[in-house]
């Protein structure tokens, strides 16, 4: 092959392939983005239906993004355009005495304080506590530990594991045991050992399982929930929907000097001699690169280079990794505001999560073990078109919904009834705290777990392309030996949420590989 065209080919224009082409662009470093689809985004993105209505496709709000990406790529500047406002998050309650947390704090929905406010902010002072420790893991490439000690042969390694052992220390003896106490335990039993069992406690299990195969009494829910905490916490609401994320993070990366190519996916890439050394696209052409990073999940990352160029146990550890997807997206058109019992229009216009106790959360969770859905699902459900009119056309509106503990491998398929179903459940759901929800409906989007990954190539339909527990994060995401970007043979990257640190639209992992590949010096 001739010199290479590009120093870096990025393979899909999510919003990690989209930070990963900027990272390196604003080094000086010519890049390519190739996406499959007609525009960028991957789950970022933004759908119009029938009824000519513009819908956040699959997620709806901006979780974590982290102020080092955002600052780095100049998102929410002229270069790049993004407003963001803030929601406060609701948890419904039958009886209308809803919860709402706002800046960490607990209130009642109707302005009295909440009688379990002191309790929650002193657990949430320690979530973030610990969770700061995490999130000092984040911005950087793990610690290799496959060799003991021995193996930080650098000493960035070596500081980070020094100054996370030093602050952890230096929180105090009482925070540091309690810290090693609940590290690796369930989020349902640390949740009620200071709150009654109540919405309040709900949003917290929700919150702690959002996007996992998992319930809140799964061993290491904890740490997800600390894990996501470190990034932030916290969910924004963009205006124009995720479709203006994904917007942003392309300008900036064509901003950075990144040529996107769309509407053209790659059916492999060249390996030679045990380097990467392009692509080929769908209709056979090829582009040469002296890199390639892929935003798809690990296996089929694995898939396009091709089986052969890992050894077998590498292969068997993508085969075996836990990635199966636990969360559907239900976009519905209305006629008209839908009115929540309790709620006023400044509410409404946030975050509603309908899990009215940590109990209610882990009994979703159940039917999914067995291939079925819940009849009370989970749900966090946004209005946009509140808080953003400009999705609003003739007076409708669009309520977009997560709908949790969704399994991939429904009993019997995803067929159509299948989705009439999830769609039915769903609307039964929010009708019991929004009486007459269902007569407002005037269209519907289903998108199960294996819609999502027919749309997305996520393995699984997983929004975090794997699965976030303790045995997928920080050394071991992908999986062991795998962690540091670096993908089979020289000069292929992993870029996507299956790396580290994981999913949430954070832009670390895209940011984090592309400032490893440099690292290694490999263009």
Same mark, same amino acid.
């Given at each position: 092959?001739?010199?290479?065209?590009?120093?870096?080919?990025?393979?899909?224009?999510?919003?990690?392939?989209?930070?990963?082409?900027?990272?390196?662009?604003?080094?000086?470093?010519?890049? &390519?983005?190739?996406?499959?689809?007609? #525009?960028?985004?991957?789950?970022?993105?933004?759908?119009?239906?029938?009824?000519?209505?513009?819908?956040?496709?699959?997620?709806?709000?901006?979780?974590?993004?982290?102020?080092?990406?955002?600052?780095?790529?100049?998102?929410? #500047?002229?270069?790049?355009?993004?407003?963001?406002? +803030?929601?406060?998050?609701?948890?419904?309650?039958?009886?209308?005495?809803?919860?709402? $947390?706002?800046?960490?704090?607990?209130?009642?929905?109707?302005?009295?304080?909440?009688? /379990?406010?002191?309790?929650?902010?002193?657990?949430?002072?320690?979530?973030?506590?610990?969770?700061?420790?995490?999130? *000092?893991?984040?911005?950087?490439?793990?610690?290799?530990? +496959?060799?003991?000690?021995?193996?930080?042969?650098?000493?960035? /390694?070596?500081?980070?594991?020094?100054?996370?052992?030093?602050?952890?220390?230096?929180? %105090?003896?009482?925070?540091?045991?309690?810290?090693?106490?609940?590290?690796? @335990?369930?989020?349902?039993?640390?949740?009620?050992?200071?709150?009654?069992?109540?919405?309040?406690?709900?949003?917290?299990?929700?919150?702690?399982?959002?996007?996992?195969?998992?319930?809140?009494?799964?061993?290491?829910?904890?740490?997800?929930?600390?894990?996501?905490?470190?990034?932030?916490?916290?969910?924004?609401?963009?205006?124009?929907?995720?479709?203006?994320?994904?917007?942003?993070?392309?300008?900036?990366?064509?901003?950075?000097?990144?040529? $996107?190519?769309?509407?053209?996916?790659?059916?492999?890439?060249?390996?030679?001699?045990?380097?990467? @050394?392009?692509?080929?696209? +769908?209709?056979?052409? /090829?582009?040469?690169?002296?890199?390639?990073?892929?935003?798809?999940?690990?296996?089929?990352?694995?898939?396009?280079?091709?089986?052969?160029?890992?050894?077998?146990?590498?292969?068997?550890?993508?085969?075996? *990794?836990?990635?199966?997807?636990?969360?559907?997206?239900?976009?519905?058109?209305?006629?008209?505001?839908?009115?929540?019992?309790?709620?006023?229009?400044?509410?409404?216009?946030?975050?509603?999560?309908?899990?009215?106790?940590?109990?209610?959360?882990?009994?979703?969770?159940?039917?999914?073990?067995?291939?079925?859905?819940?009849?009370?699902?989970? $749900?966090?459900?946004?209005?946009?078109?509140?808080?953003?009119?400009?999705?609003?056309?003739?007076?409708?509106?669009?309520?977009?919904?997560?709908? @949790?503990?969704?399994?991939?491998?429904?009993?019997?398929?995803?067929?159509?009834?299948? &989705?009439?179903?999830?769609?039915?459940?769903?609307?039964?759901?929010? +009708?019991?705290?929004?009486?007459?929800?269902?007569?407002?409906?005037?269209?519907? *989007?289903?998108?199960?777990?294996?819609? $999502?990954?027919?749309?997305?190539?996520?393995?699984?339909?997983?929004?975090?392309?794997?699965?976030? %527990?303790?045995? *997928?994060?920080?050394?071991?995401?992908?999986?062991?030996?795998?962690?540091?970007?670096?993908?089979?043979?020289?000069?292929?990257?992993?870029?996507?949420?299956?790396?580290?640190?994981?999913?949430?639209? #954070?832009?670390?992992?895209?940011?984090?590989?592309?400032?490893?590949?440099?690292?290694?010096?490999?263009?």
């Amino acid at each position: 092959m001739n010199t290479p065209t590009y120093d870096a080919i990025v393979i899909g224009a999510g919003h990690n392939g989209l930070a990963a082409a900027a990272t390196l662009a604003r080094k000086g470093k010519s890049v &390519c983005v190739i996406e499959k689809n007609a #525009t960028t985004g991957g789950m970022a993105r933004n759908t119009t239906l029938a009824s000519g209505i513009e819908v956040p496709e699959i997620a709806h709000l901006l979780y974590n993004l982290h102020p080092k990406v955002k600052k780095e790529l100049g998102l929410g #500047t002229a270069r790049a355009p993004l407003d963001m406002r +803030e929601l406060s998050a609701v948890s419904l309650s039958q009886d209308g005495n809803h919860a709402v $947390i706002r800046g960490g704090k607990a209130e009642l929905a109707d302005g009295r304080p909440h009688p /379990e406010a002191a309790l929650f902010t002193e657990l949430m002072r320690r979530l973030t506590l610990f969770a700061g420790l995490l999130g *000092q893991l984040s911005t950087k490439s793990p610690p290799s530990l +496959e060799g003991g000690l021995a193996s930080l042969n650098t000493l960035t /390694e070596l500081a980070g594991l020094a100054k996370l052992g030093l602050d952890l220390k230096r929180t %105090g003896k009482k925070d540091m045991r309690e810290f090693l106490r609940v590290l690796f @335990s369930n989020a349902y039993d640390l949740i009620l050992d200071d709150l009654e069992d109540g919405p309040l406690a709900g949003a917290l299990a929700a919150d702690a399982v959002r996007g996992a195969y998992a319930g809140p009494r799964s061993p290491g829910t904890v740490f997800s929930l600390m894990y996501r905490l470190g990034q932030g916490g916290g969910a924004q609401l963009p205006i124009g929907g995720m479709g203006a994320v994904s917007a942003a993070f392309e300008a900036a990366a064509r901003a950075a000097g990144a040529e $996107i190519r769309t509407g053209t996916g790659v059916s492999r890439v060249l390996v030679e001699n045990d380097r990467a @050394s392009g692509v080929v696209l +769908e209709d056979g052409t /090829e582009i040469s690169a002296r890199t390639v990073l892929s935003n798809t999940g690990p296996m089929p990352a694995m898939k396009l280079a091709g089986a052969e160029h890992y050894d077998v146990e590498m292969v068997r550890r993508m085969r075996n *990794q836990r990635c199966k997807g636990a969360a559907a997206k239900v976009n519905l058109v209305l006629n008209g505001v839908p009115k929540f019992t309790g709620l006023t229009p400044e509410l409404a216009a946030g975050r509603l999560l309908i899990a009215p106790s940590a109990t209610y959360v882990e009994r979703a969770f159940n039917p999914a073990k067995f291939g079925g859905i819940a009849e009370s699902p989970v $749900i966090e459900a946004v209005i946009p078109s509140l808080a953003d009119p400009g999705l609003a056309k003739d007076g409708q509106h669009v309520l977009s919904a997560v709908v @949790s503990s969704v399994p991939y491998g429904l009993e019997g398929g995803w067929d159509e009834a299948a &989705c009439d179903r999830l769609a039915a459940v769903t609307l039964s759901t929010l +009708e019991t705290y929004a009486p007459g929800f269902s007569a407002l409906v005037t269209e519907r *989007q289903v998108l199960s777990p294996a819609c $999502i990954e027919a749309r997305t190539g996520a393995p699984g339909g997983h929004w975090h392309h794997a699965e976030m %527990g303790i045995d *997928q994060i920080l050394t071991v995401r992908p999986a062991n030996g795998m962690a540091h970007y670096r993908f089979g043979p020289k000069g292929y990257y992993l870029c996507g949420a299956g790396a580290h640190p994981g999913g949430d639209v #954070t832009g670390l992992a895209g940011r984090n590989s592309a400032l490893q590949l440099l690292k290694d010096g490999v263009i």
